[in-house]
């Protein structure tokens, strides 16, 4: 296949010496041919530097109930057999009911919940074990009504056995400033956050946070210390999501230029303090990002919290 991803000539860094680093970053191909729904990951070494990449056993297809016109919620194991699993909500086979796509390297997909059309605007923002039970979840997001969030709890079997309403919502007023970016524990309190990003024009582009306790409701807010206003937006920087880049144990904020093709995190303190900027080694340019969307980051926290050998 063809692959458009720059390799710079930089010699390797030395691996991190943080414990668990994100190790991964997820890519899909858009193209068509037979090259489409090729599933690449970055490899990550805990800095800045892209040790190679890794192409994917499951590939985005039909067969495995999988469109590259789907949306894409990211990358946890879901199902208990310690395998990273991808998730995502169908557009194309199923006239926009969600589906949760499971055993990513076995292939195997199952049908979540029906009855959201095309009319439906929810979105899955991301993966996390909220209420702290050892098993990932989903945060679902929809302008619609209050605006709250809903988290699906997962049972670690790949099922959805409950869920809670976050106690704060965002209804479309809302909406029209204030976009869902991310998920991730941001104020290092050991239970994991949402992230909005303010893209109204000309504001000051605010990375907010509603801090989040087990049961889904907000105790706090959190603003991060550095802004991507309309200068930076219209330079085409988007968030991409959070993850521990660096294996500090605090995470960080992934972005992607989509002009430039470079990939950058915010390396984040905390404490909502933004400490500087890192771009990883390899850039996926203009001509390569018209294919190639970064999905998810693979990060160890996204596997189970317990029973963790
Ligand atoms: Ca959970
Ligand atoms: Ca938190
Ligand atoms: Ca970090």
Redesign the pocket.
């Known amino acids: 296949m063809t692959m458009a991803f720059i390799i710079p000539d930089a010699a390797y860094a030395s691996p991190g010496v943080f414990p668990a680093p994100a190790t991964g970053l997820l890519w899909l191909y858009r193209g068509t041919g037979s090259d489409q729904g090729t599933l690449v990951q970055w490899n990550l070494n805990g800095t800045e530097t892209v040790t190679g990449q890794t192409i994917w056993a499951m590939k985005c297809t039909y067969e495995t109930r999988c469109s590259v016109f789907d949306e894409f919620a990211g990358v946890a194991e879901m199902d208990g057999n310690a395998g990273h699993d991808l998730l995502t909500r169908q557009t194309m086979y199923s006239a926009g009911d969600l589906y949760l796509h499971t055993n990513a390297k076995q292939q195997g997909w199952f049908h979540w919940t029906a009855g959201c059309g095309p009319e439906c605007q929810t979105r899955a923002i991301g993966i996390r074990d909220f209420n702290k039970d050892g098993h990932q979840d989903v945060l679902w997001y929809s302008p619609a009504g209050e605006g709250k969030p809903v988290i699906s709890l997962f049972n670690g079997s790949g099922w959805s056995s409950s869920s809670m309403t976050v106690s704060v919502g965002c209804d479309r007023n809302c909406h029209q400033e204030w976009q869902p970016i991310a998920v991730g ?9 949402l992230l909005w990003w303010n893209v109204k024009r000309y504001g000051p582009g605010l990375v907010h946070a509603w ?2 306790n087990a049961s889904g409701q907000r105790i706090g807010t959190l603003d991060l210390s550095w802004q991507c206003a309309d200068d930076c937006r219209d330079s085409l920087w988007n968030p991409i999501g959070l993850g521990d880049m660096n294996g500090d144990g605090t995470q960080d904020l992934l972005w992607k230029n989509f002009h430039s093709g470079s990939v950058a995190y915010w390396e984040l303190d905390g404490h909502g303090n933004v400490m500087r900027d890192r771009y990883l080694s390899w850039t996926c340019d203009y001509h390569c990002g018209q294919y190639w969307e970064p999905i998810g980051i693979v990060d160890p926290e996204h596997r189970r919290s317990i029973k963790w050998p």
């Not at 524990?185 to 956050?193: A, E, L, R, W």
Request: hydrophobic share 35%.
């Open positions: 524990d941001v104020n290092s309190d050991g239970f994991h956050d801090l989040l």
